[in-house]
């Protein structure tokens, strides 16, 4: 295969070809043409699309590769599958699935290197707790997250707490001593709560921003604490729907690109057309452009969108250089979750994506390699 198209950082046009799924030639073209290539995007939040969950009682290996065949159409070669709060049979389901469709095949092996899990071990107040069900929010077990651990055959590789809730420090320690990435997420912590999380070894913050209340202190509060805090990264759902324009500036800012990742925070509605879905046991609704939100309530339910929408959001948003942006989806994610990264180097693996683009515009992705 033969490849003409435009480096992403460097805008120069390079002659790529690969042979078995490895570069075997890469050099300086003076051909013409629209075709951008970037490494291919990584996601730590995806929980569905299309209508299929990774919650969901029905779901099969089958509906797995739809979401993996779906995320590879907008530039996603890999991702987190997350499974969200519920109940300890529906939570343990779903990993075994997952492992099942990994088992499998090995080209979804590849596709999801690891599983997310955001929650149970969230706050069930209003607000902090978005769309996840109050009646599952519970405190940390570290028994039963071994079994959950044990359905998913080792591949937990991120969990998504409140560190207020009981015995959550303790559970933090364990989670870091196993090499499990600790993202603190829907929570109604205190500052100290926050500073302890981090010194337990919490390291990200899940979607900063959102799973918050809707009025807080000006000063002291959980939002501020996180990001102000130098030893946490924090994720950002950058769809246009999930943060105003100038918070998720200024939240670029605060962190800077090392401590920064974009995620898509993807549904099970992601995809479809805008209507009125029962899922995760309520009702949601799609609107135009993608927002998903609990009808008749300020709260959102995931997204309808996924991560190249948002690269391209906050490129504009946050004045971001093409490659600066596509990084924070691509490189940063897989830099949290200790994951190789995508390189152009000869003789190596290919993970890829092609697009166009022109500058302000949309990355249309055209294909994974």
């Known amino acids: 295969m033969q490849i003409n198209a435009k480096h992403y950082a460097t805008g120069k046009p390079i002659r790529l070809s690969i042979e078995a799924g490895k570069l075997v030639e890469y050099a300086a073209s003076k051909e013409s043409t629209s075709l951008w290539f970037?490494?291919?995007?990584?996601?730590?939040?995806?929980?569905?699309?299309?209508?299929?969950?990774?919650?969901?009682?029905?779901?099969?290996?089958?509906?797995?590769?739809?979401?993996?065949?779906?995320?590879?159409?907008?530039?996603?070669?890999?991702?987190?599958?997350?499974?969200?709060?519920?109940?300890?049979?529906?939570?343990?389901?779903?990993?075994?699935?997952?492992?099942?469709?990994?088992?499998?095949?090995?080209?979804?092996?590849?596709a999801i290197p690891g599983y997310h899990l955001e929650g149970p071990y969230l706050c069930a107040d209003d607000g902090p707790r978005g769309a996840h069900p109050k009646q599952h929010c519970r405190n940390p077990?570290?028994?039963?997250?071994?079994?959950?651990?044990?359905?998913?055959?080792?591949?937990?590789?991120?969990?998504?707490?409140?560190?207020?809730r009981d015995g959550a420090m303790k559970f933090i320690e364990q989670l870091a001593t196993a090499g499990i990435v600790?993202?603190?997420?829907?929570?109604?912590?205190?500052?100290?709560?926050?500073?302890?999380?981090?010194?337990?070894?919490?390291?990200?913050?899940?979607?900063?921003?959102?799973?918050?209340?809707?009025?807080?202190?000006?000063?002291?509060?959980?939002i501020w604490e996180q990001l102000g805090n130098d030893d946490l990264w924090a994720s950002v759902i950058s769809d246009g729907h999930h943060l105003p324009n100038g918070i998720l500036k200024s939240i670029v800012r605060a962190k800077g690109l090392d401590r920064l990742l974009v995620t898509c925070d993807a549904s099970s509605l992601a995809g479809l057309p805008p209507g009125r879905y029962t899922d995760w046991g309520m009702e949601l609704e799609v609107q135009a452009g993608g927002k998903v939100v609990v009808p008749g309530t300020p709260f959102l339910a995931g997204s309808g969108c996924f991560t190249d929408q948002c690269v391209s959001?906050?490129?504009r948003v946050a004045g971001l250089s093409l490659s600066e942006a596509i990084d924070l989806a691509s490189l940063q994610p897989r830099r949290?979750?200790?994951?190789?990264?995508?390189?152009?180097?000869?003789?190596?693996s290919v993970s890829m994506m092609l697009f166009e683009w022109e500058p302000g515009g949309d990355l249309?992705?055209?294909s994974i390699i």
């Open 38 to 110: 970037a490494p291919s995007l990584f996601d730590v939040q995806i929980n569905g699309c299309l209508g299929v969950g990774f919650n969901s009682p029905t779901l099969t290996p089958d509906g797995v590769r739809t979401v993996v065949a779906e995320c590879r159409k907008h530039g996603i070669a890999q991702f987190c599958p997350t499974i969200i709060t519920d109940s300890f049979e529906a939570i343990e389901r779903g990993f075994r699935t997952l492992a099942e469709a990994r088992n499998a095949d090995a080209l979804l092996a590849v």
């Open 141 to 164: 077990n570290w028994d039963e997250f071994q079994r959950w651990q044990t359905a998913a055959e080792g591949h937990i590789r991120m969990v998504t707490l409140a560190p207020e």
């Open 182 to 222: 600790v993202a603190i997420g829907h929570t109604n912590a205190n500052p100290q709560q926050i500073r302890d999380a981090v010194a337990a070894g919490a390291r990200t913050s899940t979607h900063l921003g959102n799973g918050s209340h809707a009025m807080l202190p000006r000063h002291e509060n959980y």
């Open 313 to 315: 959001h906050i490129m």
């Open 336 to 348: 949290l979750l200790n994951l190789p990264e995508p390189t152009f180097e000869i003789g190596e």
């Open 364 to 366: 249309a992705v055209k």
